[in-house]
């Protein structure tokens, strides 16, 4: 069975500092790995995705993760953090039924 | 591209009434859409999965006949909660994926979702 571990429901950096959000998954086939940002109220945004291909992706905002099969992990990062980036951050795995299976999600605090 | 909508964003409505939610794919055709619900401070729980013009695969625990799902055409799908209860309380958001969409494969596209209060 397919699962997403997302370490840390609550992460809080300050304005300018590095941004890691964890996310470990859990997979029999190849799977394709997507992180979403969820601002209050709103539906999800797709960030970056991996499907195939090279293994460190570029997303909106500056953020951007790379898969590792070797860890069956699949790290979000950001340089530098904004005010702006506050919000809810979800891990989502694949594995080609078209069912989606999310992490539970970390929410992102951004300190001035 | 790739745009999806919902109406209404909010609704309040009273036990035992019945509560449609529509769910349209604006630019593209949604051959597969799929409903979430999300509790507070919760991640997405997958409810059901429709293809236009068949009937929804509900995933298991949820009541097909509580959430009528329709997927008449390759752009709307509508949820509704028959008999609605404080428990059904919720936010619920749709998603859409299909050929057309600005996508590479298996990539959906989320609707802003719709917060039920059930009084």
């Known amino acids: 069975a397919q699962s997403v571990t997302q370490l840390g429901s609550h992460v809080s950096v300050s304005e300018g500092a590095l941004v890691l959000l964890r996310c470990n998954y859990s997979?029999?086939?190849?799977?394709?790995l997507f992180w979403y940002v969820q601002y209050p109220n709103q539906g999800l945004q797709l960030l970056l995705k991996y499907t195939t291909g090279a293994t460190l992706v570029k997303g909106i905002n500056g953020f951007e993760a790379e898969f590792k099969k070797s860890e069956t992990s699949f790290h979000l990062t950001k340089p530098s953090a904004h005010m702006s980036d506050a919000a809810e951050y979800f891990c989502a795995v694949d594995t080609g039924g078209f069912k989606t299976i999310f992490g539970a999600g970390t929410r992102l605090f951004v300190k001035a | 591209g790739a745009v999806v909508s919902q109406h209404p964003s909010r609704v309040i409505c009273k036990s035992g009434t019945s509560v449609k939610i529509e769910c349209r794919s604006l630019?593209?055709?949604?051959?597969?859409m799929f409903w979430y619900r999300q509790f507070p401070k919760q991640s997405l729980m997958l409810m059901a999965t429709?293809?236009?013009?068949?009937?929804?695969?509900?995933e298991q625990g949820v009541e097909k006949d509580k959430f009528l799902i329709n997927h008449a055409s390759l752009t709307l799908s509508t949820l509704t909660v028959t008999s609605a209860h404080p428990e059904d309380s919720s936010f619920y958001i749709c998603?859409?994926?299909?050929?057309?969409?600005?996508?590479?494969?298996?990539?959906?596209?989320f609707g802003p979702g719709t917060r039920l209060t059930v009084l």
């Open positions: 429709s293809n236009e013009g068949s009937k929804a695969t509900y």
């Open positions: 997979s029999s086939v190849p799977p394709y």
């Open positions: 630019d593209f055709q949604a051959t597969t």
């Open positions: 998603s859409g994926t299909g050929p057309g969409a600005v996508s590479s494969y298996n990539e959906q596209f």
